[in-house]
């Protein structure tokens, strides 16, 4: 037995107890399933909705798995459980399983979250997972499922389970201005200002007719940003607004969260002056590089980023959505 070492913080050596535990449980199952293949149909997997107590396993389940997709914190998570968006592939022991889903647009849902215990076969795992869950999405009147597959090992298996590839998410970077460049793009007929309170039923309608499904946002999310983003403005023309931009400072990086125009005020250099605030406004705050996502259809935003200096990175993230049927 080992002793316990006065010099040792009690929270590791109760981490590396939890940690041991979730080993031993593992090993008895695989024990199991090895000496005889049959007894995994005779394994009563139950797959439920998550509860508060387990987070925790989830939490460790992503330390152990190979497989687990987890692009969030435990907040989130927490926030997730108690919306009831997450559910849970339970044999007793421990966790065969976990996904997790948030809500996008009152019809849309992302999958944000998704782990499967090693061993477990990744078709069989994710048509026991995602049938409960689309059940529940059905009943609340969502309409559709969707996945950005940044982890590579996900996208294959998941279109295998229904989900169709709907575009594919570029990156794009450039480094910050060694000089100011919103003097040179600056447009003299519309006023670059905050947005106001009374504003956001303006500032969806302009956000739903920049932007085409499934990438539109709702209310809720413009507030949310307008709320933690480190600059918000407007284009304002005779008090309608025709454009907006968001931009988050992160240390060195700085990244354009959002920037739309008005479909019929396009093609008049406002994005570029957006652009150009948004640039300036990252250098003066000490960052040293600008990302901002489009899509791969949105050749027009594509322009306009490469003939601003930017640059695709990275590989392209297919997106893709899954049709809920209401069988």
């Not at 593992?26 to 139950?46: S, T």
């Not at 008049?268 to 300036?280: E, P």
């Not at 594509?302 to 899954?322: E, H, M, S, T």
Request: net charge positive; charged share 25%; aromatic share 10%.
């Amino acid at each position: 037995m080992e002793r316990l070492d006065k010099g040792k913080p009690r929270t590791f050596l109760l981490e590396k107890r939890r940690n041991l535990l979730f080993l031993l449980s593992f090993f008895r199952l695989r024990l199991a399933l090895c000496y005889n293949g049959a007894k995994m149909h005779d394994l009563q997997i139950v797959v439920r909705l998550a509860k508060a107590a387990d987070i925790e396993r989830i939490l460790q389940f992503r330390e152990h798995a190979r497989r687990v997709v987890m692009h969030f914190g435990y907040e989130d998570l927490v926030q997730m459980v108690k919306k009831e968006a997450c559910f849970v592939a339970d044999t007793g022991p421990l966790l065969w399983g976990f996904v997790c889903v948030s809500s996008y647009q009152p019809s849309l849902v992302m999958l944000r979250g998704l782990g499967l215990i090693n061993g477990w076969r990744i078709d069989d795992g994710l048509a026991h997972l995602l049938r409960p869950m689309e059940q529940s999405l059905r009943e609340r009147e969502v309409k559709f499922l969707m996945h950005l597959a940044v982890d590579v090992w996900l996208a294959a298996p998941l279109m295998r389970q229904g989900f169709i590839p709907h575009d594919y998410i570029i990156h794009f970077e450039r480094a910050t201005p060694v000089k100011p460049l919103t003097p040179e793009y600056k447009q003299t007929e519309v006023t670059l200002r905050a947005l106001r309170p009374h504003e956001i039923q303006a500032l969806t309608l302009l956000d739903h007719q920049a932007f085409d499904w499934p990438w539109q946002f709702s209310s809720g999310e413009l507030v949310k940003w307008l709320m933690t983003a480190d600059r918000f403005v407007v284009l304002d023309y005779e008090g309608t607004l025709v454009g907006y931009a968001c931009t988050q400072v992160h240390g060195e990086q700085a990244q354009i969260v959002r920037l739309a125009i008005l479909p019929s005020w396009q093609g008049k250099g406002l994005g570029r002056y957006l652009l150009a605030d948004a640039l300036d406004f990252a250098s003066a705050h000490g960052a040293r590089f600008v990302t901002l996502n489009t899509q791969w259809h949105n050749t027009t935003s594509q322009r306009l980023y490469k003939g601003f200096g930017f640059r695709a990175v990275g590989r392209r993230i297919p997106v893709l959505i899954k049709e809920l049927s209401q069988s």
